[in-house]
């Protein structure tokens, strides 16, 4: 079965939303990791306000050759994957893009059920892309089956990946890279819930 990925960029205390304001570099075997990764998917789930900023930049990005080898590499990439565009409503139109398809989903139940579906369906893993609201949501839904966050050295205010999250979920660390500005690239997974018994305080787990 194929596994939904979530692979962001974060802060110290989880933001999600705006980069721009806390994104300081991205350096070049940060990029190059990012894009090793990337090569893992076929498609990509993306909120209709991150979906307009990506269409806005990749398709120009490959047609200008901009930015670095792995850039154009990156830009063949999200012009290639097949891009779902989730909304509650289906309202708001989104621009053209090759490759592209909305998903109306009204309901957490009706997100699932889509999702679930396409896990179920032959191909390479699916990418969990931005914005906040949709990342969130499939969190919580428990359908993420990969963690990969590239935490910044900085405590920023926002919205942060798990505020959705009603219940604990334990990761089991896999993996983990640092970069030269500062990144620290931690890959998890998800932890079978254990339903060991709460300890009556925390120096009984020293013990």
């Not at 059920?113 to 990418?127: C, F, N, T, V």
């Not at 604990?168 to 690239?185: A, F, I, K």
């Amino acid at each position: 079965m194929r596994k939904i990925v979530l692979q962001m960029m974060t802060t110290l205390n989880g933001r999600l939303d705006d980069p721009a304001a806390w994104v300081h570099d991205v350096v070049d075997d940060q990029y190059r990791e990012i894009d090793r990764i990337y090569s893992s998917y076929d498609t990509v789930l993306v909120g209709r306000t991150t979906y307009e900023e990506m269409a806005a930049y990749w398709p120009r990005a490959l047609s200008e050759h901009a930015g670095t080898e792995t850039n154009q590499v990156m830009a063949e990439r999200m012009n290639t994957y097949r891009k779902l565009v989730f909304s509650r409503s289906g309202d708001d139109p989104v621009t053209e893009w090759t490759n592209t398809e909305q998903v109306v989903a009204a309901t957490d139940g009706e997100l699932a059920a889509y999702l679930e579906d396409l896990k179920r369906q032959p191909g390479k893993d699916i990418h969990l892309s931005g914005g906040s609201s949709l990342a969130r949501s499939v969190l919580a839904l428990g359908l993420v089956d990969e963690l990969y966050f590239f935490v910044y050295p900085v405590v920023s205010p926002g919205v942060s990946w798990f505020s959705a999250i009603t219940d604990q979920h334990g990761l089991r660390l896999v993996g983990t890279e640092s970069y030269g500005n500062g990144v620290v690239e931690l890959h998890y997974v998800p932890r079978e819930r254990a339903d060991a018994p709460r300890p009556d305080s925390f120096t009984d787990m020293l013990a």
